[in-house]
């Protein structure tokens, strides 16, 4: 009797079919949030485990085989930067490493403990060039978890691009500071539009950093309370405004900001939904 004949005959032979027919609509229409997210590792386990069953016929061997090709992309995915979320969100650091992120001066300004991100140290940017959306944003929702120390300076670029050494020339910054001696505080879309001398946070405490881009209007919220909506005039900001940066909505990376040695920032999470 041929394996598949015995598969057939056995108790479990419409559970088998079953499974095959399962097996087959992976092949053929894999679901998305297979292929992005957390699932897939699950599923691709399974598959491989009952692909070496006594009674799998070859056929449907050939087949499994087929979709462990088709989600294995999904379980990089998920190895390299975290899955989807169940609102979009991709987590863009994994808490152990800077893997996907690029330091362009000064790297001790900068070092992973207890799943935080410490920045601390001379003068350096932190350059996100992952693989989420190839490191390029237009539209997007970004969201940090942040808690800054006494007298710290710190920021968060977007639409941005590395750059070896300096302040980042081109994009914007969501500012990150609730004591230094700067008068623009956190919540500010600093030098554009500026949450002036008081911050709507306490240092040494965990705050929800929300930046949303939208076409020509840009959303800043601290802790869920918006403290700045910017909406971009044709011709971009004034000249005052850009301070000689270039401060035009476009696209690009996020950056975060190493501002001096007597700044201490923690970060614990970047979040990040490209948006249409």
Known sequence: MSASARRKSSGAGKAWNALDNYILLLTIKPPANLISGQGVCKVCIGIANLHAAPYYS????????????????????????????????????NGKSLDGWTINESPDSWKVSDGKIIVKGPRSHLFYTGKVNKANFKNFEAKLQVLTKKGANAGFYFHTKFQKDG????????????????PKKTGSLYGVRNVMNTAPHKDEEWFDYHIAVRGNKITIKVNGKTTIEYTQPEGGPTKAERGGFDRFLDSGTFAIQCHDPGSEVHIRSVKVKPLK
């Open 58 to 93: 070859s056929s449907m061997k050939l087949l499994s085989a087929l979709a462990l090709t088709i989600l294995m992309p999904g379980l990089a995915l998920a190895d390299h930067h975290g899955s989807k979320d169940k609102d979009g969100f991709f987590e863009l650091f």
């Open 167 to 182: 302040w980042p020339k081109k994009g914007f910054e969501a500012q990150i500071n609730a004591t230094q001696g700067d």
